[in-house]
């Protein structure tokens, strides 16, 4: 039986294979580099680097705290229901307040020692190191100097201790920054953190 005219192909054929354009597979966005052509670390490897470090350090303090809370609370005088508040200052609150301020004082000295003359000389804390990250200067002819370390201790630490949620917005400040995903802390002392290959 034969088709009528105008009513597609005759019988017997088909239309030739529809063609078909080559659609490109879809790629992730290359990782973002340093002025260095090195991969820049990702926020989740410098959130736990800072954890990492900040567990250790607080270890270290305590180590030393505990010992002098110890001997600070053997020698606290037993109350007296009829002491005026001078001596009750005098002789609790008092030291108390400069037990306090020395262990700060011996915190924020540790945080120096730890993220300056230790961290300068590699680019590495322990905690960087575990997460295979590295702080190396924004120009890559350069190296990273105890002064560069020192500027990011002063953001970081020192004004993070001082200025009310401060730390919150330095930390956070490289997911919003382009194009080297910066900290504060990195602005001021001119250095990016990347990634170390394995």
Do not use: C
Request: net charge neutral; hydrophobic share 45%.
């Amino acid at each position: 039986m034969t088709q009528p005219s105008g009513y597609g192909p005759p019988a017997g054929s088909y239309p030739p294979p529809y063609p078909h354009a080559p659609y490109p597979m879809w790629q992730p966005p290359p990782p973002p580099l340093s002025p260095g052509g090195v991969p820049l670390a990702e926020f989740s490897q410098r959130l736990l680097a800072y954890m990492i470090d900040g567990a250790l350090l607080t270890a270290v303090a305590l180590v030393v705290a505990l010992p002098a809370l110890f001997v600070l609370i053997s020698q606290i005088p037993e109350p007296d229901p009829y002491a005026d508040f001078d001596t009750v200052f005098n002789e609790f609150f008092l030291p108390v307040l400069l037990l306090e301020l020395g262990l700060f004082a011996l915190l924020l000295l540790l945080y120096y020692v730890y993220a300056v003359e230790i961290m300068h000389r590699t680019g590495q804390t322990l905690g960087k190191k575990a997460m295979k990250i590295r702080v190396v200067p924004i120009d890559p002819s350069r190296r990273l100097t105890r002064g560069m370390a020192a500027k990011r201790y002063l953001v970081e630490y020192l004004a993070g201790s001082f200025v009310p949620f401060f730390s919150y917005l330095d930390g956070l400040w490289q997911l919003w920054d382009k194009p080297y995903q910066q900290t504060l802390h990195d602005k001021a002392a001119q250095t990016v953190v990347v990634k170390v290959s394995s």
